[in-house]
Protein backbone atom coordinates (compact mmCIF):
# COMPACT_ATOMS: atom_id res chain seq x y z
CA UNK A 1 0.00 0.00 0.00
CA UNK A 2 2.68 1.98 0.94
CA UNK A 3 4.67 1.52 -2.30
CA UNK A 4 1.68 2.79 -4.51
CA UNK A 5 1.23 5.21 -2.87
CA UNK A 6 4.18 6.62 -3.00
CA UNK A 7 3.88 5.60 -7.28
CA UNK A 8 1.18 7.88 -6.63
CA UNK A 9 2.66 10.93 -5.19
CA UNK A 10 5.61 10.76 -8.06
CA UNK A 11 3.30 10.44 -10.86
CA UNK A 12 0.80 13.58 -9.94
CA UNK A 13 4.08 15.95 -9.12
CA UNK A 14 5.44 15.13 -12.62
CA UNK A 15 2.20 15.74 -14.15
CA UNK A 16 1.74 19.23 -12.43
CA UNK A 17 5.10 19.71 -13.11
CA UNK A 18 4.27 18.84 -16.85
CA UNK A 19 1.41 21.24 -16.65
CA UNK A 20 3.08 23.98 -15.10
CA UNK A 21 5.87 23.87 -17.70
CA UNK A 22 3.66 23.46 -20.30
CA UNK A 23 1.68 26.87 -19.39
CA UNK A 24 4.94 29.30 -18.79
CA UNK A 25 6.81 27.51 -21.89
CA UNK A 26 4.64 25.29 -24.31
CA UNK A 27 1.58 26.26 -24.84
CA UNK A 28 0.92 23.62 -27.59
CA UNK A 29 -3.02 23.83 -27.56
CA UNK A 30 -2.83 27.54 -29.23
CA UNK A 31 -1.38 25.84 -32.15
CA UNK A 32 -3.27 25.49 -35.61
CA UNK A 33 -2.46 23.30 -38.71
CA UNK A 34 -1.97 25.68 -41.21
CA UNK A 35 -0.82 23.45 -44.24
CA UNK A 36 -4.55 23.68 -45.79
CA UNK A 37 -4.75 27.55 -45.07
CA UNK A 38 -4.74 30.65 -47.71
CA UNK A 39 -4.37 33.73 -45.84
CA UNK A 40 -3.14 32.97 -42.13
CA UNK A 41 0.53 31.57 -41.99
CA UNK A 42 2.81 30.91 -39.00
CA UNK A 43 5.72 32.96 -38.50
CA UNK A 44 8.51 30.89 -36.58
CA UNK A 45 11.85 33.92 -36.31
CA UNK A 46 14.96 34.48 -34.90
CA UNK A 47 14.57 37.33 -33.02
CA UNK A 48 10.57 37.27 -32.71
CA UNK A 49 9.14 34.57 -30.06
CA UNK A 50 5.74 33.99 -28.81
CA UNK A 51 5.31 34.26 -25.31
CA UNK A 52 4.74 30.87 -23.68
CA UNK A 53 5.31 29.01 -26.79
CA UNK A 54 2.37 30.32 -28.29
CA UNK A 55 1.67 30.06 -32.05
CA UNK A 56 2.43 33.34 -34.32
CA UNK A 57 -0.39 33.72 -37.19
CA UNK A 58 -0.65 36.34 -39.14
CA UNK A 59 -1.77 37.23 -42.87
CA UNK A 60 0.57 35.67 -45.33
CA UNK A 61 1.03 39.64 -46.54
CA UNK A 62 2.39 40.68 -42.96
CA UNK A 63 5.24 38.07 -43.04
CA UNK A 64 7.71 40.23 -44.54
CA UNK A 65 7.34 42.80 -42.17
CA UNK A 66 7.87 40.34 -39.76
CA UNK A 67 11.32 39.46 -41.62
CA UNK A 68 12.15 43.17 -41.30
CA UNK A 69 11.36 43.25 -37.88
CA UNK A 70 13.45 39.76 -36.98
CA UNK A 71 16.33 41.92 -39.09
CA UNK A 72 15.62 45.00 -36.82
CA UNK A 73 15.46 43.17 -33.66
CA UNK A 74 18.66 40.77 -34.53
CA UNK A 75 21.24 43.73 -35.93
CA UNK A 76 20.05 45.32 -32.04
CA UNK A 77 20.03 42.13 -30.18
CA UNK A 78 17.11 42.38 -28.67
CA UNK A 79 14.26 39.82 -28.86
CA UNK A 80 10.46 40.32 -29.34
CA UNK A 81 8.22 38.24 -27.63
CA UNK A 82 4.53 38.38 -29.51
CA UNK A 83 1.82 38.81 -26.68
CA UNK A 84 -0.38 38.45 -29.98
CA UNK A 85 -0.55 38.63 -33.50
CA UNK A 86 -4.22 37.82 -35.31
CA UNK A 87 -6.94 38.16 -32.99
CA UNK A 88 -10.05 36.49 -34.26
CA UNK A 89 -13.41 38.56 -34.34
CA UNK A 90 -15.28 38.82 -30.94
CA UNK A 91 -12.40 37.64 -28.98
CA UNK A 92 -11.97 38.22 -25.44
CA UNK A 93 -9.06 40.30 -24.62
CA UNK A 94 -7.50 40.78 -21.40
CA UNK A 95 -5.09 43.44 -20.00
CA UNK A 96 -4.75 45.44 -22.79
CA UNK A 97 -3.22 48.56 -22.87
CA UNK A 98 -5.98 50.67 -25.01
CA UNK A 99 -9.34 49.37 -26.19
CA UNK A 100 -9.06 47.17 -29.08
CA UNK A 101 -9.99 48.95 -31.79
CA UNK A 102 -13.29 47.88 -34.55
CA UNK A 103 -10.91 48.43 -37.48
CA UNK A 104 -7.95 46.88 -35.67
CA UNK A 105 -5.14 45.76 -37.73
CA UNK A 106 -4.91 42.57 -35.70
CA UNK A 107 -8.13 41.22 -37.18
CA UNK A 108 -6.54 41.45 -40.60
CA UNK A 109 -3.04 39.80 -39.57
CA UNK A 110 -1.31 42.58 -39.46
CA UNK A 111 -0.35 43.77 -36.57
CA UNK A 112 1.56 42.20 -33.64
CA UNK A 113 1.39 43.05 -29.77
CA UNK A 114 4.71 42.61 -28.12
CA UNK A 115 7.38 42.60 -25.06
CA UNK A 116 11.38 43.41 -25.37
CA UNK A 117 13.86 41.17 -23.71
CA UNK A 118 17.80 43.18 -23.96
CA UNK A 119 20.41 41.63 -21.68
CA UNK A 120 17.80 39.34 -20.16
CA UNK A 121 15.79 42.23 -19.10
CA UNK A 122 12.09 42.18 -19.86
CA UNK A 123 10.93 45.78 -21.00
CA UNK A 124 6.52 46.09 -20.91
CA UNK A 125 3.90 48.63 -21.89
CA UNK A 126 4.84 51.28 -19.08
CA UNK A 127 8.79 50.82 -19.71
CA UNK A 128 8.20 51.47 -23.76
CA UNK A 129 5.70 54.54 -23.31
CA UNK A 130 7.23 57.29 -25.14
CA UNK A 131 7.99 59.84 -22.12
CA UNK A 132 10.43 56.85 -20.99
CA UNK A 133 11.96 56.74 -24.90
CA UNK A 134 15.13 58.52 -23.51
CA UNK A 135 15.57 56.17 -20.53
CA UNK A 136 15.22 53.02 -22.93
CA UNK A 137 18.17 50.73 -23.58
CA UNK A 138 20.22 52.48 -26.85
CA UNK A 139 19.38 48.86 -28.41
CA UNK A 140 15.48 49.17 -27.89
CA UNK A 141 16.13 52.46 -29.16
CA UNK A 142 17.23 52.15 -32.25
CA UNK A 143 15.00 49.02 -32.97
CA UNK A 144 12.19 51.32 -32.53
CA UNK A 145 13.87 53.99 -34.71
CA UNK A 146 13.99 51.78 -37.63
CA UNK A 147 10.48 50.92 -37.16
CA UNK A 148 9.51 54.77 -37.26
CA UNK A 149 11.64 54.59 -40.91
CA UNK A 150 9.83 52.13 -42.09
CA UNK A 151 7.10 53.50 -44.25
CA UNK A 152 5.05 50.57 -44.26
CA UNK A 153 5.14 49.80 -40.31
CA UNK A 154 3.65 52.19 -37.57
CA UNK A 155 4.91 52.07 -33.75
CA UNK A 156 1.90 52.40 -31.85
CA UNK A 157 4.25 55.07 -29.10
CA UNK A 158 3.57 57.56 -31.81
CA UNK A 159 -0.12 56.68 -31.72
CA UNK A 160 -2.40 59.61 -30.34
CA UNK A 161 -3.85 56.84 -28.37
CA UNK A 162 -0.73 55.54 -27.44
CA UNK A 163 0.02 51.82 -27.79
CA UNK A 164 4.06 51.49 -26.88
CA UNK A 165 3.73 47.36 -27.21
CA UNK A 166 1.95 47.63 -30.89
CA UNK A 167 3.63 47.20 -34.29
CA UNK A 168 1.07 47.14 -37.26
CA UNK A 169 1.37 47.89 -40.89
CA UNK A 170 -1.75 50.30 -41.53
CA UNK A 171 -3.99 48.38 -43.68
CA UNK A 172 -6.63 49.63 -42.17
CA UNK A 173 -6.10 52.80 -43.11
CA UNK A 174 -4.33 51.98 -46.88
CA UNK A 175 -7.84 50.39 -47.63
CA UNK A 176 -10.92 49.57 -45.11
CA UNK A 177 -11.83 47.52 -48.77
CA UNK A 178 -8.67 45.41 -48.35
CA UNK A 179 -9.18 45.39 -44.80
CA UNK A 180 -12.82 44.17 -44.61
CA UNK A 181 -11.92 41.62 -46.86
CA UNK A 182 -8.43 40.08 -45.21
CA UNK A 183 -10.24 40.19 -41.50
CA UNK A 184 -13.24 37.91 -43.00
CA UNK A 185 -10.62 35.53 -45.07
CA UNK A 186 -8.82 35.12 -41.78
CA UNK A 187 -12.00 34.72 -39.51
CA UNK A 188 -12.98 32.05 -41.84
CA UNK A 189 -10.12 30.38 -41.66
CA UNK A 190 -9.41 30.70 -38.34
CA UNK A 191 -12.70 29.65 -37.31
CA UNK A 192 -12.51 25.97 -39.08
CA UNK A 193 -8.85 25.93 -37.96
CA UNK A 194 -7.64 22.00 -37.05
CA UNK A 195 -5.80 22.01 -33.81
CA UNK A 196 -2.16 20.42 -33.95
CA UNK A 197 0.29 19.05 -31.43
CA UNK A 198 3.41 21.34 -31.26
CA UNK A 199 6.58 19.01 -30.87
CA UNK A 200 9.69 19.99 -29.48
CA UNK A 201 12.60 21.26 -32.44
CA UNK A 202 15.34 19.16 -33.41
CA UNK A 203 18.11 21.44 -32.43
Partial sequence: ????????????????????YCYYNFQFW????TEQFETLREYDGENIIALRGRQILVHKDFI???IELDNYAKNNNIV????????????TISRTVV?????????????????VEDNNKKYFSNDLK?????????DIQNFINEVRKNKNLRWGGDFNKEDPIHIDSPINLKSKKDWLNY????HNEFSKGIPKWKIWKNE
Fill in 64 to 66: PHL
Fill in 130 to 138: RNNFSKLPI
Fill in 183 to 186: SELC
Fill in 30 to 33: THLK
Fill in 1 to 20: MKRILIILIIFFTLLFSGIV
Fill in 80 to 91: LIVNQSYRFNGQ
Fill in 99 to 115: NPAKLSNHLAGFAIDFN
